[in-house]
């Protein structure tokens, strides 16, 4: 019986936690992007906002990248 109420508890915390997390809403065509962080090679940082001081950004996701076919 403590299993039971290990797990209650558990799935109890994840709706919770569930409850709490808000989705950003998708970006139209010609928006600006929120400013954000990432982490960089050799445990640097790269911020948006520092690399639109460059110029353009052009930001593009491998999402099938590191999956199995």
Known sequence: MP?????????????FTLGLVTVAP?????????????PAAGGKTVKLSELLGKGPIVLYTFIQAFTKP
């Not at 299993?3 to 709706?15: D, K």
């Not at 998708?26 to 990432?38: C, H, M, R, W």
Request: glycine share 8%; charged share 20%; aromatic share 4%.
């Open 26 to 38: 998708a970006l139209e065509v010609g928006q600006k992007a929120p400013d954000f962080t990432l």
């Open 3 to 15: 299993n039971r109420a290990l797990i209650r508890a558990g799935v109890a915390a994840i709706v």
